[in-house]
């Protein structure tokens, strides 16, 4: 393969050198020599693929002495083949005209274009919404982990009496805990730790209010998964028709109806059969359950 070659050619080159490295510009000039029939061969790209030839070259020069040499086993190069990604089906091409210059020279090469692979292309990557799902888990861990930490400090502080907890406990129990449920690469800030701890305040309120609607959301969600179409995308106009179909008629209008009289700019008449809740609700209830349904963008109610 032509990454496998251009890898065998840095390593001698590297073997050749007094200091042990890879020569000043050596990945420019392969670059450059091949950048008109591989431009999917970058520094970038050269450099990884080296660092984990290097890695397996390490490896099997490891497994060569500690094997029995009567048994004549060495590991193969097959190995080394498999660990050097390719980027493109193209990768199997080189250059073959490259710079006299520069002295790089790629054994094994053609300049037969290669041909398109008739198999499909398999598509990879997250499933659609689960970045969401995963940032929502997240915030949720991280408000449970604040919570034990600010309740099992206190615990232990009372456990002391008037004796001082020792130095950097805080700190301790949190990455403590952090590690225990997942989240070590979260950051949490221990000036609001120290904040509750002083106001024993264990358990974190919800900043705001609270909307009325949260209670039907669920069963908002539970409709709008079990809609005719399903699979096909949500537009903003048939889950507003949904959400204000669900509350048409119940306690919870009555609530929205005296809930958008006290906070927001509505008008104290309102007609039955009209539509309480529109964009703005649409935009939040997309923000907070944005993860379990699919939403059409930029799509208003008719």
Known sequence: ALLLNLCEMIYDAKQK???????????????????????????????KAFKKYEETEKKETDARDTLNSASGFIVGRDLRTSLINKPTASSSTSSGDANESTGVEISGATSQPQQPSSQPRSKGG???????AMKAQTKKSVISVQNEIVTVYLAEKRKCGRQRMKNNRLRELTDELKQKRNIADVDINLRTLQKRIQLKKIKNSHRGFISPMAKVEPLIISRILEFPQKGSLISCATGLSIANSIIRGTETEREVIAWKRKYSHMSNEWSDGDDLLGRSYWKGFMKRNGCKIVSKRDCSPR
Not at 28 to 41: K, L, Y
Not at 126 to 132: A, L, M, Q, V, W
């Open 17 to 47: 050198n007094k200091s042990d490295k890879v020569p000043y510009g050596y990945y420019q000039r392969i670059v450059s020599n091949i950048a008109h029939e591989q431009p999917w061969i970058t520094q970038s790209v050269l450099k």
């Open 126 to 132: 997250r499933k659609k919404g689960s970045t969401n």
